[in-house]
């Protein structure tokens, strides 16, 4: 059933009692505007209907996003049986819907794990897995159950595609390159635990000067200029490269979670040559 579409999905909440409401509601809409919740809005309120299956390929035609995949065939990633697709993490959100977008097509079972901001959307709320990077006590908990519908999701024989850096990729200015932030073993003990197999995913280039400057002097920032980070692909090829399928035997042999962890990084970071890793977007 496809749910009833809101089209301003996205807003802020301010209050400032000191000031007229007139004055806060001008405040309330710039900050949307600075953040990209106005231009989020404005395209989901003229995408077609759309399921959850199909909204994240619906979602990307709506924002003429294409994706280039290259590396290994599609014909090898297996259609049944609990599978998880871990990838880099350089923009933020946009690689989640290309994630959702091409498995989706593949199999009728995939679930992302995402940020917790896009349960706001309707399409979402059911399949998608919410997590929170950076959660407060509350989120804890909410953090907790999107761990254990992960691992139901597998015990069932789906997909679960995740980005184990949990934030988005900043510019390491020493060694001039975009890196991803430390990968959690909780991804690793996940697919351990649930016997999947995985496939991991490379995203080449990343967001632009202006945001890896701001991730270096403010990191709260970067985090809330998530969305116009997404909304400025618009237009926008992005490349990516599918790795072959790693069998669960294989990360079972290895004595712990952060050794399995550091493994499928490795085997991630292959996909993308060295000189892909700089920004290249706005």
């Keep these: ?28 809409r710039l900050l949307d505007r600075l953040l990209g919740f106005t231009a ?6 003229r995408l077609p209907p759309s399921d959850t299956d199909n909204f ?6 709506g924002m003429d996003v294409r994706v280039e995949w290259d590396g290994a065939p599609k014909e090898t990633v297996p259609l049944t049986g609990p599978l998880v697709v871990v990838a880099n993490h350089p923009f933020g959100m946009v690689e989640g819907m290309a994630l959702g977008a091409f498995f989706s097509a593949l199999r009728s079972d995939v679930s992302v794990m995402v940020l917790h901001l896009l349960s706001a959307i309707p399409e979402y709320r059911e399949r998608l897995i919410f997590v929170e990077p950076r959660p407060s006590p509350k989120r804890r908990m909410q953090n907790a159950a999107g761990w254990m519908k992960a691992l139901r999701w597998l015990g069932d024989g789906g997909v679960v595609a995740v980005f184990p850096a949990g934030l988005v990729a900043r510019y390491d200015w020493r060694r001039r ?14 697919i ?10 490379w995203f080449h280039g990343g967001n632009g000067w202006l945001f890896q400057v701001l991730g270096t002097v403010a990191p709260g920032l970067q985090d809330a200029l998530l969305m116009r980070q997404m909304v400025n692909k618009r237009g926008a090829t992005l490349r990516a490269a599918l790795g072959t399928p790693i069998a669960p035997e294989r990360l079972a042999a290895f004595p712990d979670d952060a050794a ?16 892909a890793t700089r920004p290249s977007f706005r």
Aim: glycine share 8%; net charge positive; hydrophobic share 50%.
């Design 260 to 275: 399995a962890i550091a493994f499928l990084r490795a085997e991630t970071e292959k996909l993308g040559p060295d000189g």
């Design 56 to 61: 994240a390929a619906t979602l990307l035609a």
């Design 177 to 190: 390159k975009l890196v991803d932030r430390p990968w959690s073993p909780r991804v690793a003990g996940l």
């Design 40 to 45: 989020f809005n404005a395209i989901y309120a």
């Design 1 to 28: 059933m496809i749910p009833p579409r809101n089209p301003a999905v996205f807003g802020l909440k301010v209050r400032i009692r000191q000031l007229p409401g007139p004055v806060v509601d001008a405040i309330r």
């Design 192 to 201: 351990r635990r649930s016997g999947a197999t995985v496939i991991p995913v």
